[in-house]
Structures are given as structure tokens and as C-alpha cells.
């Protein structure tokens, strides 16, 4: 109090006091007004996950990702797992519907079945997001790798090394029900029209399974031991592909590209050994990543479920020998969990 | 009646050496060294799995599950090896693994009398769904640097044979020591042919028919692991794909009857011939997914019917077939 012993001082002290008022709250600490009604639109929000099945690289991925992040704001996480059944799917989503969650975040199985389930899903007020498989139904947002793009770009490197070679390729598809698959083909014989000299001497349905794929591999190659490329269209199953070309000592000749989630030991590993030369990675803790920016814009944004639509198509990433050693270019799922 | 009877394994191998012959002609690269053991190699796996069943069938049952014996131990030795365990010890624990579910197969099956369709149906979901929820991380188990070396137990060649074709070998030589030159051997085929017969005869047939799942779990084991080598890594996944219809097709396809009592190894090998045939001869035409189950579907109809044909079911078999 000596301090404001005169007048003149006690005057200046008590404007210097109104006109520091912002300055001296600064320094006890500013409330930021906008992440309260942030952390209220998340708090003790549901979340459900609708994969086509757990237990993948992929899956699991976009699990321990959307987790991670969205987790410590409270949001509560449910899991119905379709098994790899577009029925049971399409069930967990209708009794989804009437449990109304904030979100859902759906795999789709294929184009149609979850369309109309999806849009329904809006009109009740919960928000839908796609991921890597789209429906026929675009909701407020899909987050996923483009397979026509996957397609093209695996075939550009097939058709690229078999440059002055036999431009003899196969290809090994996935299951054909899968529109991943069909989409993925799309995109291959975009880039084939384009390159009339390339003969594809086989084109078959290995069901996502790596014991098919590796017997039509070795037929194949028994047939053309001259081929010069092979177009897989998922690592998981390509490890057979990649096998069967390594039995026939063809290593290194034979140009393998697939694609897949990026997980080590499924993609960098098996391009470090020359199993797969090229495999273009959608690099799932990405995925997970924007998955999850997006349900927090949408749930603090407060706008209504449907009213608004937009896509986020993966930034793919391909795996080759330059870049498979590197810490970014593939993930593990343990570090992901933990 | 009596005049014209050819047994199926006859008309089968009729059927197998058409099917070669027509390919061998009009398809460009069909009959090569090379290509024949690939279409053998292609097969082994299915063969040796139709070995498994095939020991099931005679002693009138069937075994579902086999494929989740096929999937699960095998995936367990590869999971336990990522996670640092020692090859042999993850071998033992997966083999301890198969020898218990097979028990309780058989257990099921022989003393609980439960119709072997629906014993092993619940059972190999049960094996497939413990491996999904407990055992596994991931469907695709991989392969790790500490299994090195193992893969050539269905990699590369014994004297220039593919392996998995020597293991499905091997595999058909023990099977037919077993159901050959054993007592219990002797006990399978006649339980197949009259379990109520065996039973009065003094044949322990329950301890019996708890073997031959035992077996077949074993067996399917052996499968999966020659399997795993060959495409490094275990697609556990598989249990839920249409495998096991392609072993029961092999089986009857082969003329293993499904009343049981009948057949042999031999059957088990022109059945995977034929399958193999089939399947080599299509993947060269470059026919779509479609048309090849359709071919396939037709073959096995074809199979049942003349099944039923030449295998009567008589006022004794139709009272006691499970299937």
C-alpha cells in the first residue's frame, strides 16, 4: 500500500489498473471459449465400427487409430463385427440405426447392400463415415484409398518394366464380388488400352486367398515362363503370388506389384526380401488419422448428418526397395495399439 | 445289373484319363514334365487333407472341421514363433493343441453320440473362433525370421520332386499302412461298413472312432503346416472358405462312399488327380471364377449321383447313415 501513498500515483495506478485490465487477466490465464462446447460435443459420444471383419491389418489399424485419438475426449467406441457376412453387416447397421451412436464408421462390403441402411442412418441424425469402400450412398464423408487409382498405378509399373521384355502379364484379382476388386480392375485396363502391346495371359479370381493365387501363379509361369509382370491386387494374398515366382527361381524377373494397409511385416518386410517389387501402400494409421479430424469437426460443427458431403482419398503410398527400410513408409500394428 | 458294373474308382480314373488325353492334345503346354507337377503340387495340400477325410468317411463319419485344424495349429506355431518362442516348442504346443481337439471331436462323437455333421460343424467353429479371439493378432499370420528353414517343408525339391508333393507322399504311405496293415485299420473299415456288427464282434469301436479324428486332426495339421511353408505365411481366413466342400469332393469323387466302409488311399489320390486335372486345365484356358465352380459344381453332381447309383442304399445302410 506505501506504494500508493500519493495521489498522482493512486490516479495512475487506478487507469494503468482499467487499462491493463486485459494484459493482467493474461497473466492468471485467458479462457479460449471455443474448446469447452469442443470437448462437451465429444464427451461421452458413441462411436460405432462397423468393419467388414476384425483381425486385420487394416481394420485392426483403423481401430487402435480412431482409439487413439478420439478416445481421450471421452468418445465411447462399439464394435460390431460383420465377420466377413454382408448379412450380419447389414443387421449391426439397422440395429445401429435404432441405437443411435453419433457416428458410424462403416466398411462398406460392397456398393449396395449398406446404401440405403447408410442414408437412413442420416435422416435419423447420425453421422456416416466410409471408409476405403464406398457405397452407392455418399455421406457426410468417405475416407479411403481410390482403387481405380491403385490400379492404374500398379499397371504403369508392370507395364513400365516390361519394357524391351515379353509384355506378357497376369493378373491376380481378389474376390469378385468385392467392388475393391472390380474398381482395382478398372483401373488396370484403363492403363492396358492405352498399351496394346501388353497381352494379359491370365486373368483370374484368386478369392483374396494366398494358396490360389499361388496356384494359379505357378500355372501361369509353367505356361509363359517368359512373363515379365504380374499385377496382385492385395499383399495379403500376393505373398502366395510372390512365393510361386520365387519357387520358379524367376525373382527380380518377374515384376510383382499389389497393393495393401502398409503393416511391416505384410508390406515393407516382403519388399525388402524382392518378393513384391512395388506395393502401393494406403497407409492405414493415415487413414485412421483423417477418419478421426473428421468426426471431430463433424461432432463440434453441430451441422446436421447428410446436409453436407465430402471425400478424402488416400495419398498412396508406394512401397519399393528405396523406401521400404524407412520409418514413415510402413507401420506396426503393436506401436499402433499401444 | 450285375453285367455292367463298373465300381466309381473305375469310371473315375475313366473320367481322369479322358479329361488328360483331351487336354493333352488341344492344350498347348498341358503335358509337360514341368506342368504335371505343377498340377500335382497345386493339389497336394487338398490331396493330403483328402487323406484326413477320407480315414473319417470310411469309419461312417465326417469331419467339418478339418479345416480349422488346418488353420489354427499351424497358425498358432507362426504366432508363437513372432512372438519370440522357439520353433520346436511352438511345433509342440500346436501339435498338443491338435491331439485335444481331435479328442474332443471324437469324444463328441463316440461317447456324447452326437451325429458327426453337427459335432465337428460346432467344433470347428469353436477351434476357428478360439484362434480369431485368443491366438491370432491377425488373420494373415506371417511368417517370421525365426521359422527360417522351415518353409522347406513345402518349398523347393527332394531329388527334384516338389516338396508338397513328396509330404502328400508321405503322407499317403502312412495313411495306407494304417488302414492297410493295422488292426485298427481292420477296426475303422468295419465299423464303416456295420458299427452295430463291430460293436456285437467286440471291436472297441468308441476308443476307434475317437482315433480317426485324432488322426484326421493330425493329419489336418500336417496340412496346414506344409501349407504355411509353401505360401509363407498362414491365411487363417480360409476357414471360412469353401475348402472343405473341395475335400468332401475329392472323397466322393474318388469313390469313398459317404455310407462308408469302402475305399482306400488310392481313391483319395484319382480323386485329387482328377480335381487337379481339372483345375490345371482350367487355370491355362483362362476360364472365369465363375465357370469353373459352375464346371466344378456339376462334376460333383455328377459324382453323387453316380454315387447313388452304384452304391445303392440299401434297407441296412439307409437305416444307419448318418450323412
Known sequence: MKHFGSPTKATVAALGLAAMTVPALAQQGLDEPFQKPFKEALAGKTVAYVPVAMNFDLTEGWYAGLKKELEPFGVKFVIRDANWNTNAGAQAVTSLISEKPAVIVVQNPDVQTYAKLLQRAENEGIYVIQINMGSAYRSSAFVGANWVEIGERQTEAVVKACEGKSNKVAIIQGALSAAASAYTLKGVENVLAKHPEVKVVSSQAADWDAAKAKAITQTVLKQNPDLCGIVGFWDGMDIGTAAAVKEAGLTGKVFVATSGGGERKGACELVKSGAFDLDMSYDVPTQAAQMAGTIKWLLSSGVKPGSIKGSEYTTLIPITKENADSQMACWNLSDLKK | ?323
Open chain 2, 1 to 323: 445289373m450285375k453285367r455292367f458294373r463298373f465300381n466309381q474308382q473305375e469310371i473315375v480314373f475313366a473320367v481322369f484319363a479322358l479329361l488328360f488325353l483331351v487336354f493333352s492334345i488341344f492344350l498347348r503346354g498341358f503335358l509337360t514334365a514341368d506342368n504335371m507337377l505343377t498340377l500335382l503340387q497345386n493339389v497336394a495340400v487338398l490331396g493330403i487333407l483328402g487323406l484326413a477325410m477320407a480315414i473319417v468317411v470310411i469309419g461312417r463319419g465326417i469331419d467339418i472341421s478339418l479345416i480349422a485344424a488346418l488353420a489354427v495349429p499351424p497358425g498358432l506355431v507362426l504366432q508363437m514363433v513372432q512372438n519370440g518362442h522357439s520353433l520346436p516348442a511352438s511345433l509342440l504346443a500346436a501339435v498338443l493343441l491338435t491331439i485335444a481337439f481331435g479328442l474332443i471331436n471324437g469324444w463328441l462323437i463316440a461317447y456324447a453320440e452326437v451325429p458327426s455333421l453337427f459335432a465337428t460343424l460346432a467344433t470347428g467353429l469353436l477351434l476357428a473362433g478360439l484362434g480369431q479371439t485368443a491366438l491370432f493378432q491377425l488373420d494373415v499370420v506371417q511368417w517370421s525370421p525365426g521359422m527360417d528353414g522351415f518353409e522347406r517343408l513345402g518349398q523347393g525339391t527332394i531329388l527334384g520332386i516338389p516338396t508338397s508333393i513328396v509330404m502328400f507322399a508321405l503322407a499317403c504311405i502312412a495313411v495306407s499302412f494304417l488302414l492297410r496293415q493295422t488292426r485298427w485299420g481292420a477296426y475303422i473299415y468295419a465299423i464303416g461298413d456295420n458299427p452295430y456288427a463291430a460293436r456285437v464282434t467286440g471291436i472297441p469301436s468308441r476308443p476307434i472312432i475317437v482315433l480317426q479324428y485324432v488322426v484326421a486332426a493330425l493329419i489336418g495339421c500336417f496340412a496346414g503346416l506344409v501349407m504355411a511353408a509353401s505360401v509363407n505365411s498362414m491365411p487363417t481366413r480360409i476357414f471360412n472358405s469353401t475348402l472343405i466342400y473341395d475335400v468332401i469332393l475329392v472323397v466322393v469323387l474318388g469313390g469313398i462312399g459317404l455310407s462308408g466302409g469302402r475305399g482306400g488311399v488310392l481313391n483319395v489320390v484319382i480323386g485329387t488327380l482328377v480335381i487337379g486335372t481339372m483345375l490345371n486345365g482350367m487355370t491355362i484356358m483362362d476360364i472365369s471364377y465363375a465357370g469353373q465352380n459352375l464346371i466344378k459344381g456339376v462334376v460333383l453332381l455328377l459324382a453323387v449321383i453316380t454315387d447313388s447309383f452304384l452304391n445303392p442304399r440299401n434297407e441296412e445302410t439307409a437305416q444307419q447313415g448318418d450323412i
